[in-house]
């Protein structure tokens, strides 16, 4: 298990500095640089700001500097905000999107995963149709819509809760966690139904039944261990998903996440900023579905099994 | 079912019902504490104004960032040497409290309040300014704003680095409180260029604590590290969430001050803006999207602000490019819109159909009528040019930047350029960035532009359109219009006279009409009944020692 876990690391490695080098050239392709304005920018301070951000170097000792500043874990200073740097920015929104991604995450497996074994308990009957329509609709509707239709109805029409803001009034936290959590619930419904349903068809569940359990300990104890597998393997990407995701919730409901940091990197052209949200983010996710296989290991035998041969 | 699968069925139920309730109900408790009284009215009971402000601010070095978003804090945080009234923009004493001129127009003296004070308590001296103006000007630094000291005696030498020595520029600081400033040409508009935060004085022992005073990595304009000398001091400050000033006791005019905090949201979503607003999470907004302004307009007229702005949408025409190097086409290209259908139809008639570079009612400076929307003549022009009922007239991009608005009228101009001149013009959106980049390159046939003023003089518009000026991207060159720019109108002191100039410049411009003048910008808000003092004005300017909340409102 221990050489899984560290020939997986290293495979990370690659990847990470493939995409460093592609996003490290890319955005200095893309028209328009990070001082260009409206307003004219004379040659002389054009020239003035490309000194102070390195840009008047050759991009090949740019890259060469940048990856050496990286290693050190310094990725630089923000071309956007004068006097901040991108360490500090991804660590103010990590925080704030990390929660909201938490929080959105247990929204989505409570009622996803309960909505799942429900209608899987009784295939083809309105108790599986009910939720399993109500989860294709909620993987349908994107957030821009759901967002704004929870704020019409519980922030202004009923004024139940805010607007808007995180961690500022009472409850803000509530509508932007339902907004991201409940395309992801619904995922997580189909996944626990389909596991579900194959885990209720197996043999043990039979002798289960047949040493006289209770019903809700053959469910409880026997066939949700197995049928929330699937669910199990998709958390570790979707958590990485839903930080990296979370953008148009963030905008929204007007929350200081990573997500908007990053996509306003790169309508800025924040070439330091761009780079430091993407290698962070892809580092995530590499780490997250390296833990998931893990988890997915640890609750299911056979798997175990492989790895120790 | 027998009894055990009844009660089996309820465990099952209401164990699983149990526990996502219970931990939803643990989740909203999290939530944070505090009453539900809406931000506006606790604002209103505390002195507090809670303000959406646009994109979140760059920074707040006053030297450093361009932006509306981050003049409005910078204005709260830092004074200069004059403000403006926001009732009749006319100069007021800031720092100095008394200025001569001299009869030649060309040097200031002024004469600076004793109890103007830094938020440390050290005072505020004339050398202050001197510093923060070589700061400001300091190549390396890269300030975009330094051309706002250019009608100051060398001081484009000194920012462009062919003069090394500051002494030569002609900033003098004559006594501890004394500042004469000399200047390259009498500039009538000039104590407005000193109510602009770009000339605003920074605190020189903080700058220099936090590095060199060319460093743009600087942290001496974070939170607790900054030193301001305005009505108020940062407080807080996070990325993306809100910024907060707190009223400044060291202020000189503290006891004019009436709001105790500002805290500024910024709201780039203009929607959600709107609903903070409904929500009475803010008190102003500033922003109204278009297509709410009928809705309030019916509704709720009350809470509407409207204005004329010091701006104007217009489109760029490349004149190097054929057949657009022909100004009988780029003048049939404008006199076959019709601006009036365009407000009426598109833009909600709220914004005003523009025929001039410079909006109307620029401190006394009216532009020039040289054209109308004239579909007969324009038809006449297109067939001199040798295209009649645009036959053989290439299709061409109407490029704009990705934004509804600026598509809607692509459309509609396009269809009445279509329609009237039978020429085949395609609306193409760029991102922002790609646009900015395809017109600084002539990249284009045909450009939506928009251009606010950052004084109110008609030279903030027309000394864009110099020969090779920066923001001229027309390729529109013209020495009369140069001379009268450059040389004449600065040179003259007399209002109406300089005025004249304007005018006569602006109609060789119109003649040429390397631009097409669509509309002129209106300032929109939404105004909480109980926010007094922020009366509507063609800047957009708000004086915040002018401000405060009535809360029986």
Redesign the interface.
């Known amino acids: 298990m221990w050489r899984f876990i560290g020939l997986r690391s290293l495979q990370a490695i690659p990847v990470i500095l493939a995409v460093i080098t592609v996003t490290f050239f890319l955005v200095r392709a ?4 990070p001082f ?7 040659p ?3 020239a ?2 490309e ?2 951000y390195r840009l008047d170097q050759p991009a090949l000792q740019q890259y060469i500097s940048y990856l050496t500043d990286l290693v050190q874990g310094n990725m630089g ?1 923000s071309f ?5 740097s991108v360490d500090e ?1 991804i660590f ?2 990590l925080p704030i999107t990390a929660e909201l991604g938490l ?1 959105a995450l ?2 989505a497996v ?2 996803g995963s ?1 909505a799942g074994v429900i209608a899987a308990l009784k295939p083809n009957t309105m108790q599986d149709y009910v939720p399993m329509s109500i989860a294709m609709v909620g993987i349908c509707m994107p957030s821009f819509l759901l967002g ?1 239709v929870l ?1 019409l109805v519980f ?2 029409m009923l ?1 139940w809760l ?13 509508l932007p ?1 339902i907004t991201l959590g409940a395309m992801y619930a619904a995922y997580i419904a189909r996944l626990s139904r389909s596991g579900m349903l194959e885990v209720m068809s197996q043999d043990y569940l039979r002798t289960a039944r047949a040493k006289g359990l ?3 300990v053959v ?1 409880l104890k026997h066939a949700l261990r197995g049928g929330l597998l699937p669910v199990i393997s998709y958390l570790g990407p979707a958590f990485a998903a839903l930080l990296s995701g979370s953008f148009v919730v963030e ?7 990573l997500g ?2 990053y996509v ?1 990197a790169a ?3 924040d070439y330091t900023m761009i780079l430091g949200t993407t290698v962070f983010l892809s580092t995530l996710i590499v780490v997250f579905n390296l833990l998931s296989d893990i988890a997915a290991a640890w609750v299911n035998p056979r798997l175990r099994y492989q790895f120790k041969k | 079912m027998t009894p ?2 009844m009660q ?1 069925f309820f ?2 139920k209401l164990s ?1 019902a149990l ?2 309730a219970l ?2 109900s643990l ?2 408790v999290s ?6 009284e809406s ?1 506006v009215i606790t604002g209103n009971q505390q002195g507090v104004l809670h303000l959406g402000n646009g994109t ?1 601010p ?2 707040i ?1 006053p030297h ?3 932006g509306v978003p981050e003049h409005h804090i910078i204005g709260a945080l830092f004074e200069g040497l004059v403000t403006k009234n926001p009732y009749t923009l006319e100069p007021e004493p800031g720092v100095a409290e008394s200025w001569e001129i001299s009869e030649d127009g060309r040097v200031y003296t002024f004469q600076l309040r004793d109890n103007a004070r830094w938020s440390n308590g050290d005072p505020v001296v004339a050398e202050d300014f001197r510093w923060s103006w070589e700061r400001a000007l300091t ?6 704003y ?2 706002m000291f250019f009608p100051i005696l060398n001081a484009e030498g000194f ?3 062919a003069i090394d020595d500051f002494s030569e520029v002609g900033v003098k600081v004559l006594g501890e409180r004394t500042l004469e400033v000399t200047l390259r040409e009498p500039t009538p508009f000039l104590l407005q260029l000193f109510d602009h935060y770009s000339t605003y004085p920074v605190h020189p022992p903080t700058v220099l604590a936090f590095g060199s005073p060319s ?8 939170e607790g590290n900054i030193v301001t000398n305005g009505a108020f001091t940062l407080t807080e400050w ?5 910024i907060r000033v707190e009223k400044s006791p060291y202020y000189w005019d503290a006891d004019e001050v009436k709001l105790n905090a500002i805290v500024f ?5 203009i ?2 803006e709107e ?2 607003f ?2 009475e ?1 803010i008190h102003f907004t500033n922003e109204v999207a278009l297509d709410k302004v009928p809705v309030y307009r019916s509704e709720q007229p009350e809470l509407l602000q409207i204005a004329p702005y010091l701006g104007t949408y217009y489109y760029l025409i490349n004149t190097t490019r054929e057949p657009f190097d022909d100004v009988r086409v780029r003048k049939a290209l404008s006199m076959a819109i019709d601006r009036d259908l365009l407000v009426e139809t598109i833009l909600e008639n709220l914004y005003l159909p523009s025929y001039a570079l410079v909006p109307p009612g620029t401190l006394g400076y009216e532009p020039p009528e040289t054209f109308t929307y004239d579909p007969e003549q324009a038809r006449q022009l297109l067939a001199e040019a040798g295209y009649p009922g645009g036959e053989n007239f290439p299709s061409f991009d109407i490029l704009y930047n990705t934004q509804e608005n600026h598509q809607k009228i692509a459309v509609a101009i396009q269809q009445m350029w279509m329609e009237t001149l039978g020429v085949s013009a395609t609306p193409m959106n760029q ?8 017109t ?1 390159n002539f990249n284009y046939s045909i450009s939506r532009r ?1 251009w606010i003023g950052d004084y109110v003089d008609p030279n903030t518009f027309l000394d864009m359109m110099i020969t090779d ?3 001229n991207k027309t390729g529109f060159s013209d020495s009369r219009y140069d001379q009268l720019i450059l040389r004449d109108a600065p040179a003259t002191l007399d209002q109406q006279e300089r005025f004249k100039l304007y005018q006569e410049a602006e109609t060789i411009l119109m003649n040429a009409m390397p631009i097409i003048p669509i509309y002129t910008y209106q300032s929109k808000h939404l105004k909480h009944p109980s926010l007094k003092g922020m009366p509507p004005n063609i800047m957009d300017y708000y004086n915040w020692k002018y401000v405060y909340l009535d809360a029986s409102q």
């Open positions: 893309a028209p328009g640089g260009s304005s409206e307003k004219a920018v004379s002389q301070v054009q003035a700001l000194a102070q200073p956007y905000y004068p006097g901040r920015l103010q929104g929080y247990l929204i409570i009622i309960f704004p704020v922030g202004i004024d805010p607007v808007s803001g995180w961690g500022n009034s009472y409850g803000d936290k509530v966690s209770p019903e809700y469910i905008t929204i409901f007007q929350i200081p996440g908007r940091f306003q309508f800025n052209r | 055990t699968s089996v465990k099952m699983r526990i996502p931990l939803l989740f909203l939530c944070g504490g505090g009453s539900n931000r979140e760059q920074g070095d450093i960032v361009t190549p390396e630094l890269g300030s975009l330094n051309y920012a462009t680095g460093d743009r990595f600087s942290q001496w304009s974070r996070q990325v993306n969430s809100h949201y910024p709201t780039e979503n929607v959600t609903r903070m409904r929500d999470q991102e922002w960035k790609v646009y900015l980049d395809s600084d928009g000026g920066g923001n």
